[in-house]
């Protein structure tokens, strides 16, 4: 399984409320926080000072003690802080223009390459699935051509599933193929977006030798792919890769006699902005050596509070710290 980052040791902490939490103190955090809240405080308990270690800690109503906290991190080890706000997910988009030359007797096509086929994560393994108009006697028009391939394509991508592209006729003879978002299990399946690409087609069926592609339309690609930042998708791979750090590596292959159940609070339908704390801790080892690490706090982007009260504990934190801490939100 590929790794989401090259650190040793990565933790989340997932903040699912919309309120930042007005408690300065540990003790006050676990008895009285609402779930889902996340705040930066010291280490010894009390509040978050100037250079003195902290830590993050989480609300958590389905953790064993009610809350999840963060590592011990020391002010004067901490590297970077970046915050990344919430951006949506963006499919694959691309038309293909209505066709041309038009003629009797000539066989229309859109081909489209799938790759990664079934889940390889290899580009050098592909599928290829074509849509298919052939024309009569007579000239047929370019709503006819695109209508056509149109029911072409999607019945032969119904028979991998249908769940991988969508093809729609844009009219004026226009075809619109996009990506479909992918869904995750976690552990099982990623979620990875459809790689794809498109070509066009036109063959004469009277030539007798040598046949070629004689399409004269375009194929435009409207929009690429890009996974978005702090996607319920990414939160839900993170959380679950970054899990095994904390708790059971192997994830109850050993059942019934593990470790019991991996708490998750990360959930596909929400929407997160990122903020990365990349530091170091020192291992215990013959010699000094020191192990880099990160720990990524997700705070549900509806509202910019929750993310804003993140910042301002670790900027209190960090204030004679030669880091710099990203401004609020606005």
């Not at 038309?95 to 009797?104: C, I, K, R």
Request: charged share 15%.
């Amino acid at each position: 399984m590929s790794v989401f980052g090259p650190n040793q040791v990565e933790e989340p902490i997932i903040g699912t409320g919309d309120t930042a939490p007005a408690e300065t103190t540990i003790a006050t955090f676990i008895a009285t926080a609402t779930d889902g809240e996340v705040a930066v405080l010291g280490a010894g308990g009390g509040a978050v000072a100037d250079l003195e270690p902290f830590k993050v800690l989480q609300k958590a109503a389905g953790a064993v003690n009610g809350y999840e906290f963060s590592d011990t991190i020391d002010p004067k080890k901490v590297d970077k802080v970046i915050l990344a706000t919430y951006s949506a997910e963006v499919q694959k988009d691309v038309d293909v223009a209505a066709f041309a030359p038009l003629a009797a007797n000539h066989t229309y096509a859109v081909e489209v390459r799938i790759f990664n086929d079934g889940g390889t994560l290899s580009p050098e393994n592909f599928a290829t699935v074509t849509g298919y108009y052939v024309s009569g006697a007579t000239v047929p028009t370019a709503t006819a051509v695109s209508a056509g391939i149109v029911s072409s394509l999607n019945a032969n991508l119904a028979k991998r599933g249908g769940n991988e592209l969508t093809v729609v006729d844009e009219g004026a003879g226009v075809i619109g193929i996009t990506g479909q978002a992918q869904s995750v299990v976690p552990g099982k399946i990623i979620g990875k977006q459809i790689e794809f690409e498109v070509i066009a087609k036109v063959f004469d069926n009277a030539a007798l030798v040598g046949q070629e592609n004689i399409a004269t339309n375009s194929v435009t690609v409207a929009a690429e792919n890009n996974p978005g930042v702090g996607t319920g998708k990414y939160a839900v791979n993170l959380e679950w890769f970054a899990k095994g750090y904390k708790y059971e590596v192997y994830r109850t292959t050993g059942y019934p006699a593990d470790f019991g159940s991996t708490p998750y609070y990360a959930s596909q339908s929400t929407t997160y902005n990122a903020i990365h704390v990349k530091y170091k801790s020192d291992r215990i080892s013959p010699s000094l050596e020191e192990q880099p690490k990160v720990l990524t706090i997700l705070c549900d982007s509806t509202t910019i509070v929750p993310t804003n009260g993140v910042l301002g504990g670790l900027r209190t934190a960090l204030t004679s710290a030669p880091v710099a801490v990203p401004a609020d939100l606005v």
